[in-house]
C-alpha cells in the first residue's frame, strides 16, 4: 500500500503552512485525501511530487496563475510560454542592474581621478548618466536630492509598516452569525469545511447571497503571528430566525468598526503591521475583545462557494475613536 504523509508532516517536511497548502488545494493546484482511520488530510505521492514542483516554480518568481495553467495544460507549448515570459523579465532586469552597475563604476572612475570633484556633481549633474537612468524600467528617478532620500526611506518603510493610505477604516454592521469552532490540527481548515457544508446543505446563499463569512483564532494562548492555530472558528452571516443545526452555535454580534487590509502573498506578518499601524494611529485607538480580537473576512464568499473562486482573506483589526 502506498504510504501517506499528514498536512503535520507534510508541512514540516517542506516549510509551508497548512493555509498555504489548503490555497494550493482551493487553487486546484493539488490533491489531498481522506482516510478512514485517519481524521486530518493526507497526501499521495503524486501530491507530493505536485507540492515540489510548486515550490520550485515559486522560487523561480512563477506565478500561482501561471503554475495552475502550466499543470492544466500539460503540452510543452504552454510551460515554454511563461518559462520564456519569466526568462524576459529577468533580462530586461539583468540589463537594467548592468547598466547600474555601469554608472556606479563611472562613479568610482570620476571621484578616484580628480581630488576636487564633489559627491553632489558626481551624482546630479552628469548628462550622461541622468539620461541613462532615464531608460531604466525598475524605478524613476527624481534627480533632487531631497526628495530621492525621501523617496528611498518611504520605500525602506513601506516594506515594515502601512501607511494610512493602505489601511482601509469599515464598519461591520450587526448580525447574525452561524458559528463553528474547531481545535487541534488544521482547525482553521475544519471549521472552513463544517460551515461550508452547512452554507451548501442549507442552500444558505440562494436565500442571503449577501451572506459574509469571518473567522478567527480563538486559542486559549496565541500561537503567534503565521503559526498554526490551536483553536479557530468560522462564522457565516444568517437570517435572524434562521435555525442551525446542533454542531454549530448561533451567535448575535453586535458590530463595530475595524481597520481593514488585504491580506498579501499570505503574509500573515501583515497582522502585525496593522498592529503597529493602529498603535500608531492618532485617530484610532484598540478595541479588541477576549472574544472577538479581530477578524479574517473570505472575501467574495458567494463566489468561492458557486464557482470555487479563489481564496483571498481581509485582514480586519477592530478599532474606536480616541477619546
Known sequence: MEQLITISQLTKEFNVSTRMLRHYEKMGLIKSLRTEDYAYRVYDRQAIIRLQQIIVLRKLRISLRDIGLIFDNPDVATALDVFMQGVNE????????????????????????????????????????????STLSITKFNFKEDKLMDDLKQASEKMTKLN????????????????????????????????????????????????????????????????????YQVWVS?????????????????????????????????????YEWVDAN????????????????????????????????DLLFPIKLKG
Open 90 to 133: 529577468i533580462n530586461d532586469e539583468m540589463t537594467a542592474l548592468e547598466t547600474m552597475r555601469s554608472i556606479l563604476n563611472r562613479f568610482i572612475v570620476m571621484l578616484k581621478e580628480s581630488s576636487d570633484v564633489s559627491l553632489q556633481k558626481v551624482l546630479l549633474n552628469d548628462e550622461i548618466v541622468r539620461g541613462t537612468l
Open 164 to 231: 494610512d493610505a493602505d489601511v482601509r477604516i469599515v464598519y461591520i454592521p450587526p448580525m447574525t452569525f452561524a458559528a463553528y469552532i474547531a481545535s487541534g490540527e488544521n482547525c482553521e481548515g475544519k471549521a472552513g469545511d463544517a460551515i461550508d457544508q452547512f452554507v451548501k446543505d442549507t442552500g444558505l446563499l440562494d436565500i442571503k447571497p449577501d451572506t459574509r463569512s469571518f473567522g478567527f483564532d480563538c486559542s486559549e494562548e496565541f500561537p503567534g503571528i503565521g503559526m498554526p492555530s490551536q483553536q
Open 238 to 274: 444568517i437570517p435572524d430566525d434562521m435555525e442551525v443545526p446542533d454542531n454549530l452555535k448561533k451567535i448575535h454580534f453586535s458590530g463595530g468598526n475595524y481597520a481593514a487590509h488585504v491580506l498579501m502573498n499570505w503574509d500573515f506578518e501583515m497582522w502585525r503591521y496593522l
Open 282 to 313: 492618532d485617530k484610532y485607538d484598540f478595541n479588541a475583545s477576549k472574544d472577538y480580537p479581530g477578524f479574517e473576512e473570505r472575501l467574495n464568499y458567494y463566489n468561492i462557494i458557486k464557482n470555487g473562486s479563489e481564496l483571498q482573506l
